[in-house]
């Protein structure tokens, strides 16, 4: 992400004649698969947009990549910035955590995007949403609307709109088909009908219309997709305001056997045989190759097949919704009917990590994809496409812009002889994804995704915790910890912005008591002075660690507390409102993460040999919103020369029992055979 050589402007526009070479020629076709049912005749013709031309030229870095660490006392970085994967050689080449030098260390440091003539800095914050919620409140009321007529009983009618169904009536072509090959606004739109949801049991979603499946079993046409049901943690949790779906789907060769004739069996082995592959749970006795009329492929560590599809729809939350009461939802896991967006992955080309090195990465070249179809291409094999909430709240494509925040989590890096590709991409996704590889083993993750079994009480008041967990908090495969465990020692709040929100500072409060066996009890953050805040974060991360060692982030049946993970429902309903701001506005492009005030960690609390500068010089006040950062410039030969020069404070020599939080080598992987934190 930073500290590569920049090839000038210009190159970046005279460049997209030989990478569009590199973008259609790379087709690779699978046996038994035609146009119609997934395979890749073609690839998707579109354009190249450079991103300084972006009303955001840097979009792919992530609003959390600009936050505090309250001088190294949370680090949420170790999480996405990560060499572990990258170690591995599972399906990921972009070590962020200082395995590769010319990349940097993303843990211990705010370097950001190399910079480039004539472009702006990447060090000056651009998600004006999430830095000055004010700002947006005020252009929202410069619309005629105004948020606080929004009351929580009009957003429990908002999120319970189906939103979805509309947009999918749009799609050009049949459901089978990954591209109609139309020129329309919906063209890559994914071809999962909500009326088909929820999936069965097994995970499969089978439909009435047989225009819609493959081949039909007792239980109805299978579509071919399948839910996959993961461990989550601080990105889409109820607690940050959006909770997933996720469903995968091969090409037609995989659900034939050798005969050509249509399997369950086979079908459900190669979707297993996925799972291990990404999960690096592969034996010998998996072979080297793919079942049934897929046989030639190979069934490679790290790598989905060419044709891979992935739908994911983004709902709101609605903790009403547990899946029982089918007058509030069909889905389960808090999941609303209306989605803020629909997003989908489809693997058009082999692409192998390992041949690309990291070092060779390029950042702020073109991103290729298209102006109106809502797509564009991640540079390593993946077409990703979103659909997203229009001012009126139904969906439509987003733009190259918006799309280019995907190519920000979901990519890696790539340099042909030809040409550079727009790269970026973090540490801790294999082949580009990250959910599959975060699957519960087995039958529990072949299922609709319930956020740990999520079950609604059945009658609670609006500031109650609404539900619980039906699950325990599963162990790491390299920590030696359960994963919930783990992100409370090291961020010590609910998401990676490190905030802790009023739920669960109550829940702390509740349990982190002296006459309950801890040495003090639960502190207020302390921001009178940068050395009080420093103090009360550290003995907030002291009492975290105390409360996980104990499993008091278990309830008495060793499952996750509800308190952690479930918003109370007028907690949910007023994160939606403030999120529905951004969607009446349309202000995508500075931030979809919306506070009630400018995040703690995205305020400026350092004095001593710790100070840093605004990006022109001009000292900080204590207090004051951290709108930019400082620069080298002391030499203008260097390829670090206005690149960020502020550490995060987060000490690489200091270890876990001394309050240290560095880890470089974290992996989003969970044990095998599964094991769960005890009580």
């Given at each position: 992400m930073q500290h590569s050589i920049r090839k000038p402007l210009v190159w970046s526009i005279l460049g997209a004649a030989s990478t569009a070479v590199v973008l259609s020629a790379c087709v690779t076709a699978l046996p038994g698969v035609t146009d119609s049912t997934g395979g890749l005749a073609h690839a998707l013709v579109g354009d190249f947009f450079n991103p300084v031309q972006f009303d955001n030229p840097y979009s792919h870095i992530p609003a959390q990549c600009y936050i505090e660490t309250s001088h190294g006392a949370q680090n949420a970085c170790q999480f996405c910035h990560t060499n572990g994967v990258y170690k591995l050689g599972l399906g990921n080449n972009l070590p962020q955590a200082g395995a590769e030098a010319r990349l940097g260390n993303l843990q211990l440091e705010y370097s950001f995007a190399p910079h480039r003539p004539f472009e702006p800095l990447s060090v000056v914050n651009p998600w004006e949403n999430t830095l000055k919620p004010e700002k947006l409140l005020a252009a929202v009321r410069a619309l005629g609307q105004d948020p606080q007529a929004w009351g929580a009983a009009e957003m429990a009618n908002y999120v319970r709109q189906d939103n979805w169904s509309a947009a999918f009536a749009q799609r050009p072509g049949g459901a089978k088909d990954w591209d109609s090959a139309v020129n329309h606004p919906m063209r890559l739109f994914p071809g999962l009908a909500p009326t088909d949801l929820p999936a069965h049991a097994d995970g499969f979603v089978r439909s009435l219309e047989a225009s819609r499946g493959y081949f039909k079993d007792h239980a109805g046409w299978l579509t071919g997709w399948r839910a996959v049901n993961f461990m989550p943690y601080g990105i889409f949790t109820p607690m940050t305001g959006s909770v997933s779906g996720i469903y995968i789907r091969l090409p037609q060769a995989f659900m034939r056997d050798a005969s050509g004739q249509f399997s369950l069996n086979v079908y459900q082995h190669n979707l297993d045989l996925v799972e291990r592959a990404i999960q690096d749970r592969l034996t010998p006795a998996d072979g080297k190759h793919f079942t049934g009329q897929a046989h030639s492929v190979p069934l490679l560590r790290g790598e989905y097949p060419v044709g891979t599809e992935f739908a994911h729809p983004l709902h709101y939350v609605d903790v009403a919704a547990d899946g029982s009461r089918a007058d509030i939802s069909r889905f389960a896991g808090t999941r609303s009917q209306r989605v803020k967006e629909v997003r989908y992955m489809m693997k058009w080309k082999d692409f192998h990590h390992a041949d690309f090195r990291p070092g060779e990465k390029e950042e702020g070249l073109p991103v290729y994809g298209h102006a109106t179809q809502g797509w564009v291409d991640n540079g390593v094999g993946w077409y990703l496409a979103g659909y997203i909430e229009d001012a009126r709240g139904e969906l439509r494509p987003q733009t190259p812009q918006e799309l280019t925040q995907c190519i920000g989590c979901h990519s890696g890096v790539v340099r042909t002889e030809q040409a550079a590709s727009f790269t970026s991409g973090t540490g801790n996704t294999v082949d580009s994804t990250w959910a599959m590889a975060r699957k519960w083993p087995g039958a529990a993750g072949w299922k609709e995704m319930d956020y740990l079994g999520y079950q609604a009480h059945a009658s609670v008041g609006s500031?109650?915790?609404?539900?619980?967990?039906?699950?325990?908090?599963?162990?790491?495969?390299?920590?030696?910890?359960?994963?919930?465990?783990?992100?409370?020692?090291?961020?010590?709040?609910?998401?990676?912005?490190?905030?802790?929100?009023?739920?669960?500072?109550?829940?702390?409060?509740?349990?982190?008591?002296?006459?309950?066996?801890?040495?003090?009890?639960?502190?207020?953050?302390?921001?009178?002075?940068?050395?009080?805040?420093?103090?009360?974060?550290?003995?907030?991360?002291?009492?975290?660690?105390?409360?996980?060692?104990?499993?008091?982030?278990?309830?008495?049946?060793?499952?996750?507390?509800?308190?952690?993970?479930?918003?109370?429902?007028?907690?949910?309903?007023?994160?939606?409102?403030?999120?529905?701001?951004?969607?009446?506005?349309?202000?995508?492009?500075?931030?979809?993460?919306?506070?009630?005030?400018?995040?703690?960690?995205?305020?400026?609390?350092?004095?001593?040999?710790?100070?840093?500068?605004h990006l022109d010089g001009r000292p900080y006040q204590q207090g004051e919103v951290i709108t930019d950062r400082s620069v080298h410039r002391s030499n203008l030969a260097a390829d670090t020369y206005l690149v960020g020069d502020v550490p995060t404070l987060i000490?690489?020599?200091?270890?876990?029992?001394?309050?240290?939080?560095?880890?470089p080598n974290y992996v989003p992987l969970l044990s095998a055979p599964l094991r769960f934190e005890q009580k």
């Open positions: 500031q109650a915790t609404p539900g619980k967990a039906q699950l325990g908090d599963p162990f790491n495969r390299g920590e030696g910890k359960g994963e919930m465990r783990h992100f409370l020692d090291n961020v010590v709040g609910a998401s990676l912005y490190g905030d802790m929100p009023a739920p669960i500072e109550r829940y702390l409060s509740q349990t982190v008591r002296t006459d309950r066996g801890y040495s003090q009890p639960w502190p207020a953050l302390n921001i009178r002075s940068p050395q009080a805040f420093t103090d009360s974060q550290a003995l907030r991360q002291r009492l975290m660690r105390d409360l996980t060692a104990r499993g008091e982030h278990l309830d008495a049946q060793g499952r996750v507390q509800g308190a952690l993970l479930y918003p109370p429902q007028a907690d949910a309903l007023a994160g939606a409102a403030r999120y529905r701001q951004v969607v009446v506005s349309q202000r995508y492009h500075l931030g979809k993460d919306v506070f009630a005030a400018t995040p703690v960690n995205l305020i400026y609390r350092r004095d001593g040999q710790s100070t840093f500068t000490d690489e020599k200091r270890n876990f029992a001394q309050g240290g939080t560095y880890n």
